[in-house]
């Protein structure tokens, strides 16, 4: 009776010491119970316990251990229960591809995924729902009025354009920001400066100061057929650079750009909803974009083509030869 009181206690003990039967769980044993464990018929029953033992290394061998603190959870678990770690893939319910727990778009078919949270302003939506009860806005997406894309997220993935409300006025709001106003004339300048073609040859700087003399020479003619006595010709404004000048603008340009970019950096926000549209409202138009998620630190072509948008991102520059990859470009 005694006996049996004990090994169903020891069992227990060995349940909650991830131990094996060894000298480390002596200490936890009293002297009457080290005397037991010494006698011959306990041997059964630690051959037993071993067992036990060596099915919950088994369970816990098939448990999933997590990267980031190396706690080993429940098989089943899809969060680490101590740190929030995600621990297994989700299946993108359109393509079945693997995808980040956390995502809430996939990467590899380009759709919204959540059922149950509006794509447009986060507000939770039971799976019968067409429109969100929130913000109005129809589960099956928003065609872009400008260039007839149907877009998930609440500004156009083509174009830019706000979609919704919402998105018109975090737009007008953002548009304010005197970064803004820099970045927007930046984009312009530098818009400008790929339109200019530098000179080719020196016939070409030949021709051009041929050209400003005579200019010089008909307006001297007809300022003094006006009567002025010492006619003052105004400079020719337009100035053309040679490549190297030109091209160090260019470059000084994309550097000033770079800078108020990375100045308007989207941090971690709660919600994806929330870093697709303030990134997506301080996008300037003209320039050549790609979206850097702080995610996988890939390139979008925007973070509505990103899985998971909420760890922030932020806008570059992507010049003429830049020929760095687009993962979303091909939809
Ligand atoms: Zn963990
Ligand atoms: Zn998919
Ligand atoms: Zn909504
Ligand atoms: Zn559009
Ligand atoms: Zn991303």
Same mark, same amino acid.
């Given at each position: 009776?005694?006996?049996?009181?004990?090994?169903?206690?020891?069992?227990r003990?060995?349940?909650?010491?991830?131990?094996?039967?060894?000298?480390?769980?002596?200490?936890?044993?009293?002297?009457?119970?080290?005397?037991?464990?010494?006698?011959?018929?306990?041997?059964?029953?630690?051959?037993?316990?071993?067992?036990?033992?060596?099915?919950?290394?088994q369970?816990?061998?098939?448990?999933?251990?997590?990267?980031?603190c190396?706690?080993?959870?429940?098989?089943?678990?899809?969060?680490?229960?101590?740190?929030?770690?995600?621990l297994?893939m989700?299946?993108?319910?359109?393509?079945?591809s693997?995808?980040?727990?956390?995502?809430?778009? #996939?990467? *590899? $078919?380009?759709?919204?995924?959540?059922?149950?949270? &509006?794509?447009? %302003? /986060?507000?939770?939506? +039971? !799976?019968?729902?067409?429109?969100?009860?929130?913000?109005?806005?129809?589960?099956?997406?928003?065609? #872009?009025? *400008? $260039?007839?894309?149907?877009?998930?997220?609440?500004? &156009?993935?083509? %174009? /830019?354009?706000?979609? +919704? !409300?919402?998105?018109?006025?975090?737009s007008?709001?953002?548009h304010?920001?005197?970064?803004?106003q820099?970045?927007?004339?930046?984009?312009?300048?530098?818009?400008e400066?790929?339109?200019?073609?530098p000179?080719?040859?020196?016939?070409?700087?030949?021709?051009?100061?041929?050209?400003?003399?005579?200019?010089?020479?008909?307006l001297?003619?007809?300022?003094?057929?006006?009567?002025?006595?010492?006619?003052?010709?105004?400079?020719?404004?337009?100035?053309?650079?040679?490549?190297?000048?030109l091209?160090?603008?260019?470059?000084?340009?994309?550097?000033?750009?770079?800078?108020?970019?990375?100045?308007?950096?989207?941090?971690?926000?709660?919600?994806?909803?929330?870093?697709?549209?303030?990134?997506?409202?301080?996008?300037?138009?003209?320039?050549?974009?790609?979206?850097?998620?702080?995610?996988?630190?890939?390139?979008h072509?925007?973070?509505?083509?990103?899985?998971?948008?909420?760890?922030?991102?932020?806008?570059?520059?992507?010049?003429?030869?830049?020929n760095?990859?687009?993962?979303?470009?091909?939809?």
């Amino acid at each position: 009776m005694l006996n049996s009181y004990f090994f169903n206690n020891f069992a227990r003990i060995l349940a909650n010491f991830d131990m094996t039967i060894d000298s480390t769980i002596r200490p936890e044993l009293t002297n009457r119970d080290a005397k037991i464990l010494q006698h011959g018929e306990l041997e059964d029953h630690a051959a037993q316990a071993q067992q036990t033992e060596s099915q919950r290394l088994q369970q816990q061998a098939q448990g999933v251990l997590c990267p980031s603190c190396g706690t080993v959870n429940d098989p089943e678990a899809m969060f680490c229960a101590s740190c929030g770690t995600p621990l297994r893939m989700g299946l993108c319910p359109n393509c079945g591809s693997e995808i980040d727990p956390e995502a809430d778009f #996939c990467e *590899v $078919c380009h759709h919204y995924i959540k059922a149950d949270t &509006c794509s447009f %302003c /986060g507000a939770r939506m +039971t !799976e019968t729902e067409v429109y969100c009860h929130e913000c109005g806005n129809p589960r099956g997406g928003i065609v #872009c009025p *400008v $260039c007839n894309t149907l877009n998930d997220f609440a500004f &156009c993935k083509q %174009c /830019g354009t706000p979609l +919704t !409300e919402e998105a018109k006025a975090l737009s007008d709001e953002l548009h304010k920001l005197p970064d803004y106003q820099l970045l927007s004339e930046a984009a312009n300048e530098l818009v400008e400066l790929n339109m200019q073609f530098p000179y080719t040859s020196e016939r070409d700087v030949v021709r051009d100061q041929m050209n400003q003399k005579l200019r010089e020479r008909v307006l001297l003619l007809l300022a003094k057929d006006k009567g002025v006595v010492n006619p003052v010709v105004p400079k020719n404004e337009s100035h053309r650079m040679s490549k190297e000048e030109l091209e160090k603008a260019k470059e000084d340009k994309i550097k000033l750009l770079t800078e108020i970019l990375d100045r308007m950096a989207v941090p971690p926000l709660p919600s994806p909803v929330k870093v697709r549209n303030y990134a997506m409202a301080q996008k300037p138009g003209g320039v050549r974009l790609a979206w850097v998620c702080n995610w996988k630190h890939a390139m979008h072509s925007s973070p509505c083509g990103c899985a998971k948008p909420q760890l922030g991102g932020k806008w570059v520059i992507l010049g003429k030869k830049n020929n760095q990859e687009i993962k979303d470009d091909n939809k």
